[in-house]
C-alpha cells in the first residue's frame, strides 16, 4: 500500500544536511548581522524589492496568511502592513533562535502576528489559510522535504486560497551568472539546482493537482520565479 506523506515516518536528515544552513540560522551574530534588506538585495541579487512587491500583489488586505519560515529583510513586515489589522499572520519555522530574532523584531509593531515552532515539512494543520507563502524555503531543503512542504502548503488552504512560492529558477542560457550560480549551488546549496530542473507543481504527489490553477512568473532572465496554485472555490462547483 502506497503510504502518504502524512503517514510516512519522519526520517531525521543525516548531520551534514541538517548543518548546511546551521551557521546560518543558528549563530546569533551572524544572523544579527544579516538580517536587512542590504543583505537579501545582495544574495538576491537586486531582485529583493521585486520579489516582495510580486509577493504583495497576491495578498488581499484582511486576509489570513501562513508563512513557512521565516525570513531576513523586510518581507514579513511588508507582508504584515500588507494584511492590516484585520488580516492574521502566522509564521511557522524548524529553529527557535529564527523564532525568537523575529518574535523580538516585530513584538510591539503588529499584534496579529503569531510565531510557531514546527516543522514545515511536517507539521499539523489545524486552520486553513486564504494564503501560504514559501519564500526561499524550497531551495534550502531535500527532494523529499520538498514534496512534504509543497503538500502542506497547498493543503493548508481555504476553497479559493493561494499557495505563493517565491524561489530560485533555471536562469536563461545566456544569463552571465547562470554557472557562477550553478557553482555555486554545487559547492554550498546542494538542494537548489533541483529548482533548475524540476517545475514546483510537480512537487505536489497525493494531492489532487486538478484542484489548482497554477501560475508562474520569472524574473531577472529566469534566475527567480513566482509560482501560484490557486485553490479553486470547491463550494461553487
Ligand atoms: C525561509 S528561508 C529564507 C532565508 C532567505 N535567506 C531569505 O531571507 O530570503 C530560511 C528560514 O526557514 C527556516 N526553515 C528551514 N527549513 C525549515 C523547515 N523544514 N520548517 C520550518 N522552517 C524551516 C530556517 O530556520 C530559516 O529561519
Given at each position: 500500500m502506497i503510504q502518504t506523506h502524512q503517514q510516512r515516518e519522519f526520517v531525521p536528515l543525516p548531520v551534514q544536511v541538517a548543518g548546511i544552513y546551521d551557521w546560518l540560522y543558528s549563530n546569533k551574530d551572524i544572523y544579527s548581522f544579516l538580517d536587512n534588506d542590504l543583505f537579501v538585495n545582495f544574495i538576491t541579487l537586486g531582485f529583493h524589492k521585486k520579489l516582495v512587491d510580486s509577493l504583495l500583489k497576491e495578498i488581499k488586505p484582511n486576509s489570513h496568511v501562513l508563512q513557512l519560515g521565516c525570513t531576513f529583510g523586510l518581507q514579513m513586515e511588508n507582508v504584515a502592513y500588507q494584511i492590516d489589522e484585520d488580516g492574521t499572520y502566522t509564521i511557522i519555522d524548524n529553529n527557535k533562535k529564527q523564532i525568537k530574532r523575529c518574535q523580538k523584531k516585530y513584538e510591539f509593531l503588529f499584534n496579529n502576528m503569531k510565531f510557531k515552532?514546527?516543522?514545515?515539512?511536517?507539521?499539523?494543520?489545524?486552520?486553513?489559510?486564504?494564503?501560504?507563502?514559501?519564500?526561499?524555503?524550497?531551495?534550502?531543503?531535500?527532494?523529499?522535504?520538498?514534496?512534504?512542504?509543497?503538500?502542506?502548503?497547498?493543503?493548508?488552504?481555504?476553497?479559493?486560497?493561494?499557495?505563493?512560492?517565491?524561489?530560485?529558477?533555471?536562469?536563461?542560457?545566456?544569463?552571465?551568472?547562470?554557472?557562477?550560480?550553478?557553482?555555486?549551488?554545487?559547492?554550498?546549496?546542494?538542494?537548489?539546482?533541483?529548482?533548475?530542473?524540476?517545475?514546483?507543481?510537480?512537487?505536489?504527489?497525493?494531492?489532487?493537482?486538478?484542484?489548482?490553477?497554477?501560475?508562474?512568473?520569472?524574473?531577472?532572465?529566469?534566475?527567480?520565479?513566482?509560482?501560484?496554485?490557486?485553490?479553486?472555490?470547491?463550494?461553487n462547483l
Open positions: 515552532f514546527a516543522d514545515a515539512a511536517n507539521f499539523k494543520i489545524e486552520q486553513k489559510f486564504d494564503c501560504v507563502i514559501c519564500y526561499n524555503l524550497l531551495h534550502e531543503l531535500p527532494p523529499l522535504s520538498k514534496v512534504n512542504v509543497v503538500c502542506n502548503t497547498l493543503n493548508s488552504l481555504n476553497s479559493g486560497g493561494k499557495a505563493i512560492f517565491i524561489d530560485y529558477h533555471n536562469p536563461a542560457k545566456y544569463h552571465p551568472l547562470r554557472y557562477f550560480m550553478r557553482m555555486f549551488n554545487r559547492l554550498y546549496q546542494p538542494f537548489a539546482e533541483k529548482l533548475w530542473e524540476r517545475s514546483i507543481d510537480s512537487y505536489a504527489q497525493n494531492v489532487n493537482v486538478a484542484d489548482y490553477t497554477w501560475t508562474k512568473t520569472t524574473f531577472g532572465l529566469g534566475m527567480y520565479q513566482k509560482v501560484v496554485a490557486t485553490k479553486r472555490n470547491l463550494l
